[in-house]
């Protein structure tokens, strides 16, 4: 069982002979609190009247503050910000498909003269 | 593949595996992980985009539907999300540190967090089915506690039988029989149970149109009955993960009281974090969407 | 474990463990294949026979031995057991399985309990298709009781009769007839799950597991459109899972997302559908690109021409896949979405012509050997040019309008599915037959039966294409009146008896390969085609381990012709 094979490609996996990165507790504790302050924000800028911009302009507005909360989980707490160009790849990449699906639906049937 | 003869003795090092090395093995698991996450982005997708279409066609009924959902329920459903993520990732930090006793407490506090997403999300389920919001006619909401309960506890059970714990076979099957036992028979107390924020928190305004809008009536039209359609079947897709990324991170917890985790080997623990995570990420978006634009 | 760290001489991965319990328990990818191959096979006659009752039916005008309702059941039961069950898990989950950890130089996939229990989910999903397509009401041994709880609350009750696109207005009905929608919109699903499993396993094995030396400029082809085809098993499935949920969602709880009466959009549901199912014919047909750009090279004795070229035409195909999904919808989407994609499907015309110049470049000037594996790799090349070229006429839009629904699109699908996949499945068996078994075939009756299935698939649909081109409607069970009768009665008489010969000639094929499989004596040599790439270099049949030591890789796999052979 000792003999096993290594993997010498010179490639992106070279890395692999250690295990994931340690984040300090300091950074996870920031996160958190700021995660909790953006729910707030998001809260407080749909709700409040002042922050009433129109509809499609706060949907656009919770998206993006969502997107920042989304952003901060999987680069710290899910650790992708030290991951390899592989798993960046297999992040972006359905996103993207996501998109394009979206993308094919919408200019479909609003564009489209029904009888 | 551990030796059978020693896989009930307290080992902290990674399990043998005959094709690769250890530190493979940890990666190969992790991009598995997110390969499987990039999956279940897209499961979802399709019903983002769903909702994406039918929140533009549907625009003003939307708009109106979704005051039907109490966005402070859902404010503390996230709140309690983000917390059990946070747990989650100190979970991870714990087994690089090989402190096994932490892990057990996070994992639990992330057990717990779960729990409590899924209490509220019964009540506000309860409340929509009150008040005729839900498009099918459930009777008897209570049979469908005790058939949660019973699949629940035979999951457990399971998970601990395959994980060959002695220890723990026998407490956690009479555990189990406990809970069906209990539910069965408290299953009536337990549905009338009511829980609104409303009544805590008396700001803001959720109404619920009761003699206007019966699910099936003219009022009730194909719009509503869209937004409705999407919220439960988002929401329920939503709850199944939750409840899977449960019963990953129980499994995860009872690897924990074997002491399994080291600085050497803690997969196990990253891959239920990351699933749980992945839970969370959903909710993030699913929460603004639902609660607060419509 | 048993796995056995010193070699025993003699042993091989068929004889190292006996008894049904260690098949079934295996871990060995190689078993697991073989698992899958027998499994496929099977439901590949079964689908087969369906195709047949079709076909039989419309040999003549008028009714024959079919009612119509029957005659939907049929031809959604030919559908959805060829795509669902053999043409997706069969050259990924059979060669795919079989080849990626011997072709890099692994010992196994990345995730070997996962990829049984891939297997045992796509048990699932195909006992869940078989379930659901029993015709219940007319069971001679069930009482009237237990049939109207069948029929009534378990949603079982006779075959599925929507096509196996389960189109959101058909599979959503619920008056009339009764059919198991749910049971076989469900087996979809699973059958799905196992597809993720199995796409994501391979991803990791080829990211983690390659030899030392095994870089990504020295991957065989066919590892190269095996990634390629994970990467679509992974992404593209879950968007199908999603959309099958809902239909079942709206079949059980009545929730409104595609269903006009509750305000959704059936559309949705094409769209939703067909972002996985156009995708899903590149899952079917470019492992059969890698099989023929292995096997071409050996029997040509010439290095791949374009290696490069022709892997990135193959992730050039995978790409451009996913963003022309509805040109399978030209007729019920709008203009402008029309125009789109059928601007965007003309892409894919692009990497396929450079795929074909590639594989007729190698074979030029070659010293080329004509092998069973040969025959079938150049009749690839040859009706896969003819299935690309009439691609082009259905992506154009205007052309399409007309052939829509026509039996111009029946035998273009037929000629990439069955000219492409299963012809390419058909000659990935022939060509590592001697690696998985360990035995020789004899060559004369797989030419023999290799005239049969050529002969025979072209007389089958190379009429439907002027079928098609003269109004005959797909998937109608009567042409009795149509305009131009008696052409259509000629050619469809034509295209059922090429469907017999090609029957036969399938069925030969495999039986010729199972006889030998058990009772050939003949045993293999290590490397009986003198191929270079890393599976040969091991002994035939593999042992457990695949290698007796972790193979260290200095060269390219395509050096024929040059100064490694002697």
Not at chain 2, 100 to 105: D, E, I, P, Q, S
Not at chain 2, 274 to 279: A, D, F, R
Not at chain 3, 215 to 239: D, E, K, M, S
Not at chain 3, 530 to 558: C, D, G, K, M, R
Request: aromatic fraction near 18%; charge should be neutral.
């Amino acid at each position: 069982m000792s003999n096993e094979h290594k993997h010498d490609n010179q490639d992106v996996e070279s890395h692999d002979h250690e295990l994931g990165h340690i984040v300090p507790f300091k950074i996870y504790v920031t996160i958190f609190s700021s995660l909790i302050g953006l729910t707030i924000l998001t809260v407080v800028v749909a709700k409040a009247p002042i922050f009433h911009f129109g509809n499609s302009i706060n949907l656009v507005i919770a998206m993006l503050l969502a997107s920042v909360k989304a952003s901060l989980v999987s680069l710290f707490f899910m650790h992708l910000k030290y991951e390899n160009p592989i798993t960046w790849m297999y992040v972006f990449f359905p996103i993207f498909l996501l998109f394009i699906m979206m993308a094919g639906v919408f200019i479909d049937n609003p564009m489209r003269t029904l009888p | 593949m551990s030796n059978p003869t020693i896989s009930n003795a307290i080992e902290s090092g990674p399990p043998h595996v005959h094709h690769m090395d250890a530190p493979t093995a940890y990666h190969a698991a992790k991009l598995g992980m997110w390969l499987f996450l990039a999956t279940e982005v897209l499961l979802f997708g399709g019903l983002f985009t769903a909702f994406a279409l039918y929140r533009y066609v549907y625009f003003a009924e939307f708009q109106t539907a979704s005051v039907n959902l109490d966005w402070r329920m859902g404010a503390l459903n996230t709140a309690f999300l983000i917390f059990s993520s946070f747990t989650a990732a100190l979970a991870v930090d714990a087994a690089q540190h090989g402190n096994n006793a932490k892990v057990r407490r996070n994992v639990l506090i992330t057990l717990f967090c779960g729990f409590v997403f899924l209490i509220v999300k019964y009540f506000e389920y309860k409340s929509k089915v009150h008040y005729g919001l839900f498009p099918y006619a459930v009777k008897g909401f209570e049979n469908f506690l005790f058939t949660g309960s019973l699949f629940l506890a035979i999951g457990a059970s399971g998970v601990v039988i395959f994980t060959h714990n002695a220890k723990l076979r026998l407490p956690t099957i009479l555990a189990s029989i406990a809970l069906v036992v209990s539910f069965y028979f408290l299953k009536h107390t337990i549905a009338t149970i009511e829980f609104d924020l409303a009544n805590l928190f008396p700001f803001g305004h959720a109404h619920h149109p009761k003699d206007v809008w019966e699910f099936n009536g003219p009022e009730f039209n194909a719009a509503y009955k869209s937004y409705f359609g999407l919220y439960y079947c988002m929401t329920g897709l939503h709850a199944l993960h939750v409840i899977l990324g449960m019963g990953i991170l129980f499994w995860v917890y009872l690897k924990a009281l074997n002491n399994r985790f080291s600085p050497n080997y803690y997969t196990p623990v990253e891959l239920g974090a990351l699933y749980w995570h992945l839970v969370d990420l959903i909710w993030i978006y699913l929460f603004p969407l639902l609660y607060l634009v419509g | 474990m048993a796995h056995s760290e010193t070699h025993v001489e003699g042993t091989n991965y068929l004889n190292c463990q006996k008894g049904i319990w260690s098949w079934m328990t295996t871990l060995d990818h190689k078993r697991i294949s073989l698992m899958y191959l027998f499994t496929i096979s099977f439901f590949f006659f079964f689908g087969g026979l369906a195709a047949l009752v079709v076909r039989t039916e419309l040999f003549a005008a008028g009714a024959q031995f079919l009612t119509p309702k029957q005659y939907n059941n049929f031809f959604t039961i030919h559908g959805v057991v060829m795509v669902f069950l053999f043409i997706v898990p069969g050259i990924p989950a059979v060669m795919g399985n079989f080849l990626l950890p011997l072709m890099i130089g692994a010992k196994d996939v990345a995730f070997p309990r996962l990829n049984l229990l891939s297997y045992y989910i796509y048990l699932i999903g195909a006992a869940m298709a078989v379930i659901s397509l029993m015709p219940i009401e007319s069971l001679p041994f069930i009482n009237q009781s237990f049939s109207d709880w069948l029929v009534h609350t378990a949603g079982l009750g006779g075959p599925v009769d929507t096509g196996w696109t389960f189109y959101a207005p058909y599979s959503l009905a619920k008056s009339g007839t009764h059919s198991a929608v749910i049971w076989m919109t469900g087996a979809a699903f699973v059958l799905g799950f196992s597809s993720i499993l199995t796409g994501l396993n391979f991803i990791v094995t080829v990211h983690k597991l390659r030899a030392p030396g095994m870089t990504w400029g020295r991957l065989p082809v066919f590892v190269w459109a095996t990634y390629a085809t994970a990467i679509i098993q992974t992404l593209a499935t879950p968007v199908v899972g999603i959309s099958l949920l809902l239909v079942i969602m709206e079949r059980v709880f009545g929730v409104g997302i595609f269903d006009p009466t509750l305000g959704g959009d059936p559309i949705l549901y094409s769209h939703l559908f067909w972002f996985y199912s156009h995708p899903v014919v590149y899952i079917m047909v470019l492992p059969a690109f890698g099989v023929v750009g292995e096997i071409l090279p050996v029997f040509s004795r010439k290095p791949i021409f374009g290696y490069k070229m022709v892997c990135g035409a193959t992730f050039g195909i995978a790409l451009i896949g996913f963003v022309v999904w509805a040109h399978h919808m030209f007729v019920s989407i709008g203009d402008t979405a029309a125009y789109v994609f059928s601007f965007l499907t003309f892409f894919v015309a692009v990497p396929t012509a450079v795929k074909v110049f590639n594989w007729v470049s190698t074979m030029y000037k070659g010293s080329i050997s004509f092998n069973t594996p040969m025959l079938y790799a150049m009749a690839f090349v040859f009706l896969f040019m003819i299935a690309g070229t009439t691609g082009i006429y259905l992506a154009t839009l205007a052309v399409d309008v007309f052939y829509h629904d026509t039996y111009f699109v029946v035998a273009h699908f037929h000629y990439t599915m069955q000219g492409g996949a299963v012809i390419g499945l058909i000659a990935a068996l022939h060509f590592w037959f001697p690696k998985m078994t360990g035995k020789m075939y004899n060559e004369t009756v797989s030419k023999i039966t290799f005239v049969l299935v050529f002969v025979g698939f072209n007389l089958t649909f190379l009429p439907q294409f002027v079928l098609g081109m003269k109004g005959m409607p797909r998937r109608y069970f009567d042409y009795t009146g149509l305009e131009n009768f008696d052409l259509l009665q000629t050619l469809h008489a034509t295209s059922t008896i090429g469907a017999y010969i090609n029957a036969l000639g399938y069925f030969l094929a495999l039986v010729n390969l199972l006889y030998f499989f058990v009772f050939g004596k003949t045993k293999a040599p290590a490397n009986p085609f003198n191929s270079l790439s890393l599976e040969w270099q091991t002994q035939s049949p593999p042992i457990h381990e695949n290698f007796a030591e972790t193979p260290i890789v200095t060269e390219w796999t395509y050096g024929y012709g040059t100064k490694k052979e002697a």
